[in-house]
């Protein structure tokens, strides 16, 4: 499902002295099945943007067009848009309230009026999705499970809903490296295999950097940096303005080429910097 | 050097949701000087929490001891003896401040010491400028960002005039402009106001300025040493699930594929420089 964004403009509480600009004249399209990384420090905008994208939000100005359909206005399109475009916000283990994990994640499915034969499969399907084991876990209390299996069941919830662009919130925060690897990998295989439209939301560009296929940087509520993130990470020192960073490994190799080494600039992982280190010294040894 | 911190054959046990005894921590034996700056890194489950808690006498040994600058955390007369002298800063600052304005939230601790006012005047003072925050003294903490409310929170056990400084996950909920300013005040307490600091993380990048690293797992200590010593164990380190530095990582990679740059690499200009010698 398709995304475009046109001249949205975000005013907080317009007219009251509080008044403040969180989004200004923001304007990008997201391609069917692609996976976006959304990045910028706390306060930047990028909160307020997603929550345009499944109208949780009004733009004070602009227009969304999901799908081809415009969402702007048609306040009946809400219910419609709420099941395609699933939101998962930032610590979504505190939105968890029922009495056992199945309940939980099925309470979705069951207010769109499907049969109990569909929602269990769709319980069952969500929890594999996320690696969560239906028959051990299904009676527990989201209370007495791990912080990273509670995180799990909660973007079980709205996978339940079987929404076609999924959108996440810094859902690695806090998380262990463990923890971290594993959802980043479930994030990763629903966007290979079930094609679905990721929008990533967050502060880690080495995650970024793994993932995605493009990064949107969002500065002053305005879209700062837009590309691939070869193309993005070169803004080394934009991006540092901005209070962002690029991964460490970028630094090595910008440290290399000004001292004349002679590696490739577009480098962002560890797997593509020790491949080019290797490359260049073997290169000299053969020379 | 005077020792801080002494724990020596630590167990913990405690019930499990299926109703069994498990050893939270086990066999646990570590010491932290006076002075030192100490970071346990493990990931959640290890233990490091649960022995983050024994330092303040927040959680006591099932068997084995834990003594602070001497004090036995078992007795049970010393505990706000002990309490003073280490002052624990927890993950998620808005569980940690108490007021509605930042002065008043720092002069918590110092008010329920029953010091003078003009004594606790002086502290909040102090403590808020170590940090950084004076000029918030007098806002409303929900107006913050997260690391704004965690150097408050910091400032509020800095208030205490503790000797040691326990932070358990302070930075695992901040922004990393929020995660800097954290660890700069951090770093700052340790080499400038002599505070002796143990600080518990998952993020590897904070542990490379240490003065010892702690590895735990499974209640554990798996690995302890330098920086420089725990880091160049990739494969320990990443057996446990655990990252390393970009650029450590860099290096093993290389050492691998038979190139000869040293492995105890932490730094981006130590990976430049032992490129550049290649």
Not at chain 1, 14 to 38: C, N, T
Not at chain 1, 143 to 158: C, L
Request: some cysteine; aromatic content about 4%.
């Amino acid at each position: 499902m398709s995304i475009v964004v046109e001249n949205l403009t975000h005013v907080y509480m317009k007219g009251s002295p509080f008044e403040s600009v969180a989004l200004d004249d923001v304007s990008f399209e997201i391609q069917d099945g692609e996976f976006v990384g959304l990045i910028g420090h706390t306060g930047s905008g990028k909160s307020t943007l997603v929550q345009h994208l499944n109208g949780l939000l009004k733009p004070t100005k602009g227009r969304i067009i999901v799908d081809n359909i415009d969402i702007t206005e048609r306040t009946k399109s809400s219910k419609w848009l709420r099941q395609h475009v699933g939101l998962v916000f930032q610590y979504p283990e505190h939105q968890l309230f029922e009495e056992t994990v199945y309940l939980d994640i099925a309470f979705g499915p069951k207010n769109l009026n499907l049969s109990n034969d569909e929602v269990e499969k769709r319980v069952r399907e969500a929890m594999e999705l996320v690696g969560l084991d239906y028959d051990s876990l299904k009676d527990r209390s989201p209370f007495e499970i791990s912080g990273g299996q509670r995180r799990r069941v909660a973007i079980a919830g709205v996978l339940a809903m079987k929404p076609k662009v999924l959108i996440l919130d810094e859902p690695t925060a806090g998380l262990d490296p463990k923890g971290r690897d594993e959802i980043l990998g479930q994030i990763k295989d629903l966007h290979r295999e079930r094609g679905m439209t990721i929008i990533l939301v967050s502060h880690s560009m080495e995650d970024i950097a793994k993932l995605v296929d493009r990064i949107i940087v969002m500065n002053n509520s305005r879209i700062a940096l837009m590309g691939k993130p070869e193309e993005v990470f070169s803004h080394v020192d934009e991006l540092q303005e901005m209070g962002l960073d690029i991964p460490q490994i970028a630094h090595v190799i910008r440290g290399l080429r000004e001292r004349g080494m002679d590696v490739p600039e577009n480098i962002y992982t560890v797997e593509q910097a020790a491949a080019a280190i290797l490359a260049m010294v073997r290169g000299r040894s053969n020379a | 050097m005077e020792l801080m911190i002494e724990v020596k054959d630590v167990q913990f046990d405690y019930l499990s949701y299926e109703g069994q005894e498990v050893a939270a921590l086990n066999g646990v034996t570590l010491d932290v000087k006076k002075g030192e700056f100490v970071v346990i890194i493990g990931h959640n489950g290890s233990g490091k929490s649960t022995l983050a808690k024994h330092f303040n006498a927040l959680l006591k040994p099932s068997k084995g001891v834990v003594l602070i600058k001497g004090i036995d955390t078992r007795d049970e007369d010393m505990v706000w003896e002990i309490r003073q002298t280490a002052g624990m800063v927890f993950q998620n600052p808005d569980n940690q401040i108490v007021a509605t304005i930042v002065e008043e939230d720092v002069a918590f601790g110092p008010e329920n010491l029953g010091l003078p006012a003009e004594e606790i005047r002086i502290r909040v003072d102090e403590a808020l400028k170590t940090v950084g925050m004076d000029k918030y003294a007098n806002s409303a903490p929900h107006y913050l960002s997260g690391g704004q409310k965690q150097r408050v929170a910091i400032a509020g056990i800095l208030a205490m005039r503790p000797e040691v400084i326990v932070l358990d996950e302070p930075t695992a909920m901040l922004d990393p402009s929020g995660r800097r300013e954290v660890i700069e005040t951090i770093k700052y307490l340790n080499k400038h106001e002599g505070i002796t600091v143990v600080h518990i993380t998952h993020y590897m990048e904070e542990a490379v300025d240490a003065d010892k690293v702690i590895v735990m797992e499974q209640g554990k200590i798996v690995l302890q040493g330098t920086p420089e010593d725990v880091f160049s164990q990739v494969e320990v380190l990443k057996g446990i699930g655990l990252d390393v530095p970009q650029v450590t990582e860099l290096a093993y990679r290389l050492r691998v594929e038979g190139l000869d740059v040293p492995q105890n690499l932490l730094r981006v200009e130590e990976m430049v420089d032992a490129i550049c010698q290649l």
